[in-house]
């Protein structure tokens, strides 16, 4: 298990989660990812694929792009989907874009480069 602090005032909704996850031992992780799945909209997407469902690939705002399976967006349940708020997600098409942490970065290291 890790311990990272970040000071309260710079933690939004989704860094809060993702330290409770991090925070998490892996047998408490896998269950709580499994809770995430029971709700994740990926599954009932448009853009979710035949090839997707066989690979059991799903909630890809956690796990990251799907880079076998999905390629084109076909619209996009991502922010009606219960988790969007009950993580502090900011973006869509994870399917297709990655996880919300590798966004978040992306987008910071844009920021800086400015």
Known sequence: MHSVTIPDEHM???DTRILELIDKSGTEQAIAISSMKKVCTCPRCPTHTTCAKNA???????????????S??????????PLFLQLGLSADA???????L???Y???LLQRKV
């Open 12 to 14: 939004d909704t989704f």
């Open 56 to 70: 059991q690939e799903n909630l890809f705002c956690i796990t990251g792009r799907s880079f076998h399976c999905i």
């Open 72 to 81: 084109d967006n076909k619209g996009c349940l991502c922010p009606v989907c």
């Open 94 to 100: 994870y399917c297709l874009r990655g996880a919300e």
């Open 102 to 104: 590798s966004v978040r």
């Open 106 to 108: 992306v987008k910071d």
